[in-house]
């Protein structure tokens, strides 16, 4: 039971209506195929609202993008949605003008999650990840960052439940320097908990070095 299912069967049809078979008023399966199917319908409509927003709003997507979209970390490294924190959002007035028409158009789901009920919101459909031109240019560009990322936010996950075990630190080797690239390259992609995981695991192999 997908609570966006509903809208994006809409978009489509709206679209297969917009593209009927005038003269005898028809929907045809032609059309549906040129217009990309049901995923189509909905990459025409998110380039459109986001095309028909101010430049402002425009410029603060790859701000929201990291707190909306991660990689899987193994296997086929799919590109998935992630919920994000409302209050993050929707932290400047370009933010907060984009993620609100995101929400208006239906693109954003909100939601409350945690015991304290913290409001979140979170991409209503996974088909945008294939169908918003925008959104998988920018996820192919960082792909192997956010994958990155996610591997960090694990071992970050493990070390905070662990009561920061030093044992559960980027071990030095590949780990340690995957850390030190996505400090270094992606660290618009981090948030305080993961940038922190990764600054302590480097001075910890610092002090290790200077010891001996």
């Known amino acids: 039971k997908d609570p966006g299912a509903l809208p994006l069967l809409q978009d489509a049809l709206l679209e297969l209506y917009e593209r009927r078979d005038e003269p005898k008023r028809l929907l045809t399966f032609a059309a549906y195929k040129a217009m990309g199917g049901v995923e189509g319908a909905l990459g025409k409509r998110a380039t459109e609202t986001f095309d028909g927003l101010d430049e402002a709003a425009q ?15 193994g296997g086929e490294q799919n590109a998935v949605r992630r919920r994000a924190p409302f209050a993050e959002l929707t932290a400047t007035p370009a933010r907060k003008s984009l993620t609100e028409a995101l929400i208006q158009a239906r693109f954003l789901m909100t939601d409350r999650e945690g015991e304290e009920q913290i409001p979140v919101a979170g991409l209503a459909h ?42 559960l630190l980027l071990p030095s080797g590949l780990p340690l320097e995957e850390g030190r690239r996505l400090l270094r390259d992606g660290g618009h992609l981090l948030g305080a908990g993961a940038r922190e995981y990764v600054e302590i695991s480097i001075a910890r192999r610092e002090a290790e070095v200077a010891q001996r």
């Open 59 to 73: 410029s603060a997507l790859e701000e929201i993008l990291p707190l909306l979209v991660s990689v899987e970390s």
């Open 126 to 167: 996974e088909a945008l990840l294939r169908r918003w031109g925008r959104l998988k240019e920018w996820t192919d560009h960082n792909r192997d960052l956010l994958r990155l990322r996610t591997t960090v936010e694990q071992g970050e996950s493990r070390w905070e439940h662990s009561g920061r075990n030093a044992s």
